[in-house]
């Protein structure tokens, strides 16, 4: 069985009183092992951007880890100053 990945505790950094940064954290599991994978969002007017990815384990699966980077952008996304979410630059 197989648990939904859980985007939770994003913290934003201000500069100049307008949001600037997004770190949110969302819980992975692999069998009974959870992990924890910090994503960074850079705020550019109303958009925020996919600037980092910081995997809890040794290395990030890209194609496997698409649950987890549509939970980090929903949960950002969901924030009042947000008004769209980059993933990855063109």
């Keep these: 069985m197989s648990r939904e990945p859980d985007a939770r505790s994003p913290t934003v ?3 100049n009183a307008e949001p600037s940064r ?3 954290t ?3 599991w692999e069998g009974d092992m959870r ?3 910090e994503y960074t969002f850079k705020m ?3 958009t925020a951007v996919l600037k980092t990815i910081k995997p809890d384990a040794e ?3 890209v194609q496997s880890s698409e649950a987890q980077r549509q939970a980090a952008a929903d949960a950002v996304g969901e ?3 947000v008004q769209a979410v980059a993933m990855f630059d063109d």
């Design 13 to 15: 950094t201000y500069a």
């Design 22 to 24: 997004i770190n949110i």
């Design 26 to 28: 969302v819980a992975r």
């Design 35 to 37: 992990y924890a994978d």
């Design 44 to 46: 550019d007017g109303s």
């Design 59 to 61: 290395n990030y699966h």
């Design 79 to 81: 924030l009042p100053f």
